[in-house]
């Protein structure tokens, strides 16, 4: 599939703000075997004084920007054209629950992709003992570490409910799970919490998802959003294989990939400090659109 996607990030200050200093992560990345950009470009407004693009610890494009001008707005706008042919499921060559701490000790590595950097707590994620209890209903029913993601992910998706006032930005997984509402960023979250407490080595993925308006309807600009999947360590044969709490399936063409991370700490769309008083009010809006 290829998309053309639109991104645009929206701040208003309620008194003059200066002195910023921000990390941006919302450009998709090139991933072999998964994903290709064709074209890509970020902009914002004010110009930054300063600009730099790296790749951070596991291999997420970022962009750093710092003003020393005086703004009551920030605009940030990314366009990308983005090919996706991920791969299709194959057959499940993932080992036993019981087996796996036994395939993760082989792994002689701490390169960014290694299994050791998603087993332990991180900032949104506690190894929460109700959740980890709540995963294990899944270990019982799946004979290996995919199924029991597989049952996992689905489980989290018929049990939870989507509800976009429920929690924030800062919500963390318990928090989710006790109130069984919120967004994709909490079910990844929940799903992340759960797998690790059970030994699996599971990620944040951050991205973007094509969204089919119902029969009938018009497509309205701007009405997607940033989406949240979770990526989960199945073996040293299957690898890393990804999954969508949020709607109960395994990633397909219509997941854009931006950035992969311990949670949503690792990538969140943009970080940084800045001098202003008062509040501030952001808004998004994303439209991924596929050429024909």
């Known amino acids: 599939m290829l998309y053309d996607i639109k991104l645009h990030l929206h701040y208003d200050y309620a008194a003059a703000a200066g002195g910023s200093r921000h990390h941006v992560h919302v450009a998709p990345q090139t991933i072999a075997g998964v994903q290709r950009v064709v074209a890509s470009s970020l902009s914002f407004s004010p110009v930054p004084t300063e600009r730099s693009d790296f790749l951070d610890f596991f291999g997420n494009a970022v962009t750093s920007v710092a003003s020393r001008s005086v703004y009551d707005a920030l605009d940030i706008r990314m366009s990308a054209r983005v090919s996706v042919t991920r791969p299709e499921p194959s057959l499940d060559v993932s080992p036993k629950l019981a ?60 049990d939870f409910a989507y509800d976009g006032e429920a929690t924030t930005v800062a919500t963390k997984a318990a928090d989710a799970f006790a109130l069984k509402r919120g967004v994709c960023q909490d079910f990844t979250h929940v ?32 009405a997607d959003a940033m989406h949240a999947w979770v990526k989960v360590w199945c073996g040293r044969e299957a690898g890393w ?25 690792d990538v969140a769309p943009i970080v940084g400090v800045l001098r202003t008083t008062g509040s501030h009010t952001g808004e998004q809006a994303v439209d991924v659109i596929p050429v024909a």
Do not use: W
């Open 99 to 158: 087996d796996l701490a036994d395939e993760i000790g082989s792994v002689r590595s701490l390169k960014p992709d290694a299994p050791h950097h998603f087993l332990a707590a991180s900032d949104f994620v506690d190894l929460d003992p109700g959740i980890t209890a709540y995963a294990r209903e899944s270990q019982a029913r799946g004979a290996s570490v995919t199924g029991v993601a597989n049952d996992f992910c689905n489980r989290i998706y018929n």
């Open 191 to 222: 799903m992340i919490a759960g797998l690790r407490g059970l030994g699996i080595p599971a990620g944040y993925v951050s991205g973007f998802l094509r969204t089919i308006p119902p029969p009938s309807k018009e497509r309205l600009e701007g």
């Open 241 to 265: 294989q990804e999954f969508d709490p949020t709607n109960g399936m395994r990633a397909s063409n219509d997941h854009i990939t931006v950035g992969y991370g311990r949670d949503y700490a």
